[in-house]
Structure formats: structure tokens, C-alpha cells
């Protein structure tokens, strides 16, 4: 099997598809557009055919202009061959404000359809640009059923094949799932042998709900902590690794895809992504399962974190957003 033809079916009966790879574009420093626009162009020649922005990463337009040029060389036959994936900020978490959010990361992009639309964060924040941190005063009360609504509009217009949340935890998809009349289709969250999800996966497969994984690889420092990358430096993976004449992301990355999870990894780096995608035709041992599985498990990507250490939380607590439910 190739990364080009493992894919898997979502729930949502107008979509295409989801390809088990997608290539980010999330980055914790600004990234010019032509490096963004380049690397997306080298991903899909590399045979990625699922791409990730979201508008606050700041990639929808340089991702966009990518998959028009990749179709004007025929690296593609058209964006149809495509997966693109976008997410709705927290600023525009307001059931008035879905619709227009998405119109404008069309407008972006330049397409007529995203394949995925997500929710980036079950975080509400007062509307206006973007800030990042954003001001703790700022966080206003998430209203679920009005905002799921607006996104099963989108749904039900075309703009958005498929619908979805990011970040959620079973919570927050127990509030989804009391209100919607169409399901979420991913739960795109942190996953990889560091963070595993157990409970949230086991809640997701027993409700049809596909869950992807960002940061695959451990993730970007996106707190300025300094902090060293748990998933590249663990020496379980690399006993792993060295065993089985791969690297430590390869290892990652193939135990992901082999619990039937979608991965979404960044890296502008050609000779990198094209190592990422190499994770067809081996596989672990079941011993390597068993190691990995006993790997010490800490979450790196916190809700809090959206925010500023200043100030304080006036109207929302955070603390479940955070909860570790392994």
C-alpha cells in the first residue's frame, strides 16, 4: 500500500474519503508564503494527497495557490485528487459568525468547497483579529448547539463536505453530539506514542467519529518553554527504530496508523517528508506494541495556552479542557 491509496471513509456521506496522511502547515513563528506555498507543492509531489490549514495558522492563501499550481502542472489531474482540511477560529466561534468564516477561508484559498471544516478549539473568544495569546478577559461562554448548527449549514450548503471539532475532549463531544442532527465526521487532536488518547479513542470508535492526529511527532514549543520533544528523544522509539532500520518518526508514525488513526505531520523539509510517508509495507512487532504502550504518558498542548498569563478568566473555566483521561 501506498500513502496515496490508504485512505478512510468518513461518516459524512458527501465526502470524499480521507487520505491517511496530511501534511500541516501549523507554525509557532510566521513562515514567508512562498516557503509555505513551496513546501505544500513538494508534499503533493511526494504523493500526499490530505493538506491542513486553518486561518489562523496563516497558510490558507500560499496553501491554496499551491493546489492551483500543482493542478496547472499536472501534478494533479485537479483539486478534486485533493483533501483539504480548515478550521474555524475562536474569535468566530458565534453562530452568526460560522457562515461568513468559511466564505472567507474560500475566498483564501480560492476553492468552492473544503473537503473538512473543523472547529479549531472548544474555546469562545469575544470577536475581532486574531491575537495570539489572546487576552484571558476576552474568553466569552461557547454556545455548542448554536455554533454546530451554523456548521451543519455550512454542511448542508456544500461549502464543507465534511464537519468536525478539533481539541475536543468526550465532554465536549457529549454537548456536539446532544444537538446535532448531522455528527461530527474527526476529532482532530494531539496524539502519538507520548499522548496516546486511549479513552477519548475508545469514546470516538464507538460513535463513528474518526480521530486525527496532530503533533505525530511530539509537536512544535509553541509555549516558548524550551522544552525538548518527548516523541523524538524517547529512547523506547529509538530502540525501536534502530531494530527495525527506521527512524524514530517512522516508528511514531506507523504505530499511529496502525491504530486506525489519520496523522497530520509538518515539515517543509522535502528529504523529511518524504520519510514521513514511508510507513507502507512493514510493521511492528507486537513486542514493539507492548513497549510502546507502556511509554509514560504527558500531554503537551493545553487550552491555556491560547491565552496570556495575565489577567483572568472572568466568564469560562478552562479546567476541563485540559483533563487527562487516560
Not at 256 to 261: F, L, S
Not at 298 to 326: N, Q, R, W, Y
Amino acid at each position: 500500500m501506498t500513502a496515496a491509496a490508504a485512505e478512510v471513509a468518513l461518516r459524512s456521506g458527501s465526502a470524499r474519503p480521507m487520505p491517511a496522511v496530511g501534511m500541516g502547515t501549523a507554525s509557532p513563528t510566521p513562515v514567508p508564503q512562498e516557503d509555505t506555498k513551496g513546501a505544500v507543492l513538494a508534499a503533493i509531489e511526494a504523493g500526499y494527497r490530505h493538506l491542513d490549514t486553518a486561518l489562523m495558522y496563516g497558510t490558507e492563501r500560499p496553501l491554496g495557490e499551491a493546489v492551483a499550481e500543482a493542478a496547472r502542472r499536472g501534478l494533479v489531474a485537479s483539486r478534486e485528487e485533493l483533501f483539504v482540511t480548515s478550521k474555524l477560529w475562536c474569535t468566530q466561534c458565534h453562530p452568526d459568525l460560522v457562515l461568513p468564516a468559511l466564505r472567507q477561508t474560500l475566498q483564501n484559498m480560492q476553492m468552492e468547497y473544503v473537503d473538512l471544516y473543523l472547529i479549531h478549539w472548544p474555546v469562545c473568544t469575544k470577536p475581532g483579529p486574531i491575537t495570539w495569546p489572546a487576552r484571558r478577559e476576552d474568553a466569552v461562554p461557547f454556545d455548542f448547539e448554536g455554533v454546530w448548527r451554523a456548521m451543519e449549514e455550512c454542511h448542508r450548503l456544500g461549502l464543507a463536505r465534511a464537519i468536525g471539532v478539533s481539541n475536543f475532549t468526550t465532554k465536549h463531544l457529549d454537548r456536539v453530539l446532544a444537538a446535532a442532527t448531522i455528527p461530527p465526521a474527526v476529532n482532530q487532536v494531539e496524539l502519538n506514542p507520548v499522548w496516546q488518547q486511549r479513552t477519548l479513542r475508545e469514546y470516538c470508535a464507538e460513535r463513528g467519529i474518526h480521530v486525527a492526529a496532530y503533533s505525530p511527532l511530539g509537536g512544535q514549543d509553541w509555549s516558548g518553554s524550551g522544552e525538548g520533544n518527548a516523541v523524538l528523544e524517547s529512547e523506547v522509539l529509538a530502540e525501536i527504530a534502530k531494530a527495525r532500520g527506521k527512524t524514530v518518526a517512522q516508528v511514531s508514525l506507523r504505530w499511529i496508523h496502525e491504530q486506525g488513526v489519520t496523522w497530520i505531520v509538518k515539515s517543509y523539509n522535502k528529504e523529511r517528508l518524504k520519510q514521513n510517508i514511508d510507513v507502507f509495507g512493514w510493521e511492528l512487532t507486537d513486542e514493539d506494541r507492548l513497549k510502546i504502550s507502556q511509554i509514560p504518558q504527558k500531554k503537551c498542548v493545553t487550552a491555556a495556552a491560547l491565552f496570556s498569563p495575565e489577567g483572568e478568566f472572568t466568564s469560562v473555566d478552562l479546567s476541563d479542557m485540559d483533563i487527562v483521561e487516560e
